[in-house]
């Protein structure tokens, strides 16, 4: 990495050795240098660390210079395209922080690692786990694009062949756990009262999301678990989300209640593909949305058991294993931390680590789950550059609570617990980190479009944190090359 001129905030560290009467700004005001010990770049990709996803917003009058034997300053931030020669290579690189003086203020070391494309052999089962961002919002334009680009790449440079694992599935068996809005709470507590429907000859189905309704109530559809029956009809069970009464002004219970009555569900509108209406046989309330969670654990307190998620959906198709478990979350958690008072922010950041190793220990126990799965775990996007994206996507909702810079300071603290709880740690040998926060361009990696503003149209950000086609597929090339050279380490 050579030259780099911008400000850095790596996931990490805040670095010693800046004397509290030097005249330079008070320590808690310094950007954090948070870079993990090793970024991983594959064959065939391009690593970017971008000025702006290397510096927070309120780090003014700092500049950064990144020193490497490979790589380029651009006007925008580092770049490197390994060669085929440099495989398997290690490149050590140095981070510079300078104040407004140009006297550095601290430094922090890490390395570039050089993958080979590609690795293993035989079926790779892989799980993605996410919120939107895994989801692959808009759907229509992105819908699970981080996981389905992953499984391309592998494919291409051949060897292994990926099997993708979840519920949430797109075209061609891309699939994926991962579902908008949720947090890692949402994947490590029992959370809200779902529906679930069992069913039998059910016509097809018009999607996840879709909407039906029954006695009264609406509904829509979350996940779906059927096997093929005769005819082309299938049977298993139906995940829903109670939406509330059709009709809230009549007299009409709320929430629906557990029973052993057979029903029907009618679609809210018409489909295009001429889904009908469904008979169920059996209505369970309240049921957990979260996959991994087992009521039945605990004397019925309830727990997470990853390995019964597994086999409840017939291993997708594949073997009783999780390869690779890809986890991203931490956008919703942030901001559910940014609207809430500064003296609370510690506090919650340390209650959303705990939920962390909560998930990454669920998905390796023993009992329970896979000791050799290995999880890759993301340091999130911050979303794009332009904080008034941010204000007219969510001021409605928040108010004045909400701010970029606000929301950003928090996500960036928590990239520094994450690698001080995970990056290279004994205790946690099979975790990595993926440095998708770091490589999205938070530019032209999100969507632009026609926004007005003061009464004039202008060219802006439509979308303050979801990726357009090229921020997504920098996060699956931050995932891929984790995983490249992980394989290259240890083969499975």
């Known amino acids: 990495m050579k030259n780099l001129t911008a400000i850095i905030v790596c996931c990490g560290m805040v670095f010693p050795g800046l004397a509290a009467d030097s005249g330079r700004r008070p320590a808690e005001t310094r950007p954090i240098l948070a870079v993990p010990a090793?970024?991983?770049?594959?064959?065939?990709?391009?690593?970017?660390?971008?000025?702006?996803?290397?510096?927070?917003?309120?780090?003014?009058?700092?500049?950064?210079?990144?020193?490497?034997?490979?790589?380029?300053?651009?006007?925008?931030?580092?770049?490197?395209?390994?060669?085929?020669?440099?495989?398997?290579?290690?490149?050590?690189?140095?981070?510079?922080?300078?104040?407004?003086?140009?006297?550095?203020?601290?430094?922090?070391?890490?390395?570039i690692c050089v993958a080979p494309a590609g690795g293993g052999a035989g079926v790779m089962q892989l799980l993605f786990i996410g919120d939107s961002l895994t989801q692959g919002v808009p759907l229509t334009e992105c819908g699970g694009m981080v996981s389905g680009t992953v499984r391309e790449l592998l494919e291409a440079a051949g060897g292994a062949r990926p099997l993708l694992m979840g519920r949430n599935q797109h075209a061609d068996d891309n699939r994926h756990e991962g579902w908008g809005g949720w947090s890692f709470a949402s994947f490590t507590a029992q959370g809200g009262g779902y529906c679930r429907f069992t069913?039998?000859?059910?016509?097809?189905l018009p999607g996840s999301r879709a909407e039906y309704t029954g006695e009264g109530l609406r509904y829509r559809i979350h996940s779906v678990n059927l096997l093929p029956a005769d005819k082309g009809l299938s049977q298993g069970t139906l995940l829903m989300q109670c939406l509330g009464p059709v009709n809230p002004g009549q007299a009409q219970a709320a929430r629906p209640s557990a029973s052993a009555t057979p029903g029907i569900l009618t679609p809210a509108r018409r489909s295009a593909n001429g889904a009908g209406e469904i008979a169920f046989t059996q209505r369970e309330y309240p049921v957990s949305a979260n996959?991994?969670?087992d009521a039945s654990l605990h004397g019925g307190k309830g727990g997470l058991d990853v390995r019964k998620y597994v086999r409840d959906y017939r291993c997708f198709g594949g073997e009783d294993k999780i390869d690779f478990a890809f986890i991203q979350l931490g956008g919703n958690d942030c901001m559910g931390v940014?609207?809430?008072?500064?003296?609370?922010?510690?506090?919650?950041?340390?209650?959303?680590?705990?939920?962390?190793?909560?998930?990454?220990?669920?998905?390796?126990?023993?009992?329970?789950?896979?000791?050799?799965c290995r999880v890759i775990l993301a340091l999130p996007t911050i979303g794009c550059n332009s904080p008034d994206t941010y204000v007219r996507n969510y001021g409605a909702q928040f108010g004045s609570r909400i701010s970029m810079a606000r929301y950003e300071s928090v996500m960036r603290r928590l990239w520094d617990m994450l690698i001080r709880e995970f990056d290279g740690k004994p205790d946690w040998p099979g975790v990595r980190l993926a440095v998708n926060g770091l490589v999205t361009d938070r530019d032209l990696g999100y969507p632009k479009g026609e926004v007005m503003l003061d009464g004039k149209p202008q060219i802006l950000h439509n979308n303050a944190v979801h990726p357009n086609a090229v921020g997504y597929r920098q996060c699956a090339e931050a995932y891929y090359s984790v995983m490249c050279g992980w394989l290259a380490e240890t083969p499975l």
Do not use: M
């Not at 069913?199 to 097809?204: K, S, T």
């Not at 939920?355 to 023993?366: F, M, S």
């Open 291 to 293: 996959p991994f969670w």
């Open 338 to 372: 940014a609207i809430e008072p500064e003296q609370e922010t510690a506090s919650r950041l340390a209650r959303i680590l705990a939920q962390a190793k909560t998930l990454v220990r669920a998905i390796q126990a023993n009992p329970g789950g896979y000791p050799d």
């Open 38 to 111: 090793r970024v991983y770049i594959a064959v065939g990709r391009e690593l970017n660390l971008w000025n702006d996803t290397l510096l927070d917003a309120g780090a003014t009058g700092w500049t950064v210079r990144v020193n490497c034997a490979v790589g380029e300053h651009t006007g925008r931030g580092f770049r490197f395209t390994p060669a085929d020669t440099q495989v398997n290579r290690v490149f050590p690189a140095v981070v510079h922080v300078a104040d407004a003086d140009r006297r550095e203020v601290f430094s922090r070391p890490f390395q």
């Open 199 to 204: 069913v039998a000859g059910i016509p097809p």
